[in-house]
């Protein structure tokens, strides 16, 4: 357990950010950290860049930055590798990925061919309609989880880098539930030295992060370090780790539109969503198992912020379907339709409409910064094990076993500015304000 106020060590030397998948997430943000660096672009949608906190009464008026009120790793300290299935460097990834335009990417070129991936872990069995040939081979997956290790102490070694984070960009992969071998630490190692099919590449990662005290967030929804034998090797391993799946478009917009409906209670009977995008994400999604893995992580919000077993008279029963499609002329460039069928005083019946054309790596960028910084942030004040404080991030926040997720956005938000208040020993901020008029 933390303890309030203590004294936070400051970020020494370089922080590696470790990305496994160089694809449209990864490059937008490694493109963008390069552009603010040099003064070509503006960090809009980083809290640790440009968010503020405010601290004591409202009267008091002292507002900070974050970054100035946490000791944050800067931005010109960061330090990038990665792995790929695909051979090209960071540069020539961006440009195939199409989310920034090229005048920028030229700004940067020499950063970006600078970061080339390494051999990925990766198996058609989890991520089935892509391939590529920059892949391991290995005895079995305790082998390649070894050789990913031996990566992680090369980069380090190489970069001359103080100290690493892990944040997952890569592929969504297939739906699976956790058995046997996810239990714990023990049947897990013994799943990598025997092939177990149920490990997936993700967790090979995670293992090989942990291992060597590497923070890990999951950005996808796969399962990943949301298993007992993660969890239980991180608390071991003092890491922290925190997923899943970045909430950038319409569940970005659910967290903001459901909270609002519950609080006028209003009814809900159904809510209607589907997407086209055109980008690798969506390729990858249009594998049944793999959508099943992001219809999960997407389904779930709606349940835990309306509460169906408090307002049974408002939303039991509420229909809720997800679509994704497939759609390549539309690349990165997302476009979310939604239609919520609401009803209010005496059941009377309306209808939202909400069509939001976002572009996805655009929005997930600024979400990686934060999560490595924070991440690492949580790691030099002794943070270990799950990091619910930083679920605003997250579709499916992870959370311990016998709590809820809370996905409503304007909560999360409150606790994660909290956690930061709590960890300088500042006063947590309730809203209350009665005392401005005693």
Known sequence: MIQKG????KSKGKLGVLLPGLGAVSTTFVAGVHAVI????????SITEIGTI????RTENRVLQIKDFVPLAKLKDLEFGGWDIFEDNAYEAALKAGVLNEDLLKQVREELEDLKPMKAVFSNDYVKLISGPNVKKGENKYDLAQQLIEDIQNFKEAKKVESMVMVWCA??????????VHQSIETFEKGLKENSPDIAPSQIYAYAAISCNVPFANGAPNLTVDIPAMIDFANDKKVPIAGKDYKTGQTFMKTLLAPGIKARLLGLTGWFSTNILGNRDGEVLDDPESFKSKEVSKGGVLDQIFQVDKYPDLYSNVYHKIRINYYPPRGDSKEGWDNIDIFGWLGYPMQIKVNFLCRDSILAAPLVLDLARFMDLSQRVGMKGIQEWLS?????PMCAPELYPENDIFIQLMKLKNTLRHLRGEELITHLGLEYYD
Do not use: D
Not at 6 to 9: F, K, L, N, R, V
Not at 38 to 45: A, E
Not at 171 to 180: A, D, F, G, N
Not at 392 to 396: E, L, M, P
């Open 38 to 45: 040099k003064g070509l672009s503006k960090p809009i949608g």
């Open 6 to 9: 203590i004294e936070i060590p």
């Open 54 to 57: 405010r601290l004591g009464k």
């Open 392 to 396: 605003f991030y997250f579709k499916a």
């Open 171 to 180: 592929s969504t992969e297939v739906y699976r539930e956790p058995t046997h």
